[in-house]
């Protein structure tokens, strides 16, 4: 953060430590199974996460005060055979049938991006 600052540099900050990328990014892009879900400004996205992947991943870091973590069930996809549509139906609870057949665009969502078929005409 400190060389950040003082010498103006921009980061692409990848991790599985979501708390940490809170803490250090003003921008945040949310990745499952190798595609781009949900980006936007990190307050925003933390505060209301849109896209189902992005609300699980944040039930499942630990915070003081909440006892319970609601971790993503089920199994991360073989990258090399993907699901076909959206790559996290199989574990979304949001699922629709759309979603086991078409891949969601990546779109503009006020002032975020968000692939999910809840957000876009079918
Ligand atoms: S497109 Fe469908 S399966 Fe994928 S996250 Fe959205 S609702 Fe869930």
Redesign the pocket.
């Known amino acids: 953060m400190d060389l950040k600052e003082q010498l103006k540099l921009t980061y692409l900050f990848i991790t599985h430590n979501i708390a940490v990328a809170y803490y250090i990014s003003d921008r945040v892009a949310i990745m ?1 199974a190798g595609k781009i ?1 949900e980006m936007g400004d990190v307050d925003e996205i933390f505060k209301k996460p849109m ?3 992005t609300q699980l991943l944040l039930k499942s870091v630990p915070t003081i005060g909440r006892k319970e973590l609601e971790p993503p069930t089920g199994e991360v996809p073989s990258l090399v055979n993907p699901p076909p ?12 049938s ?3 057949e078409r ?2 665009q990546l779109i503009r969502v006020n002032n975020r991006q968000v ?5 876009q005409q079918q």
């Open positions: 499952y879900v896209h189902p992947y549509g959206c790559r996290f139906h199989p574990r979304c609870p949001y699922a629709m759309v979603c086991k891949e969601p692939a999910c078929w809840l957000y």
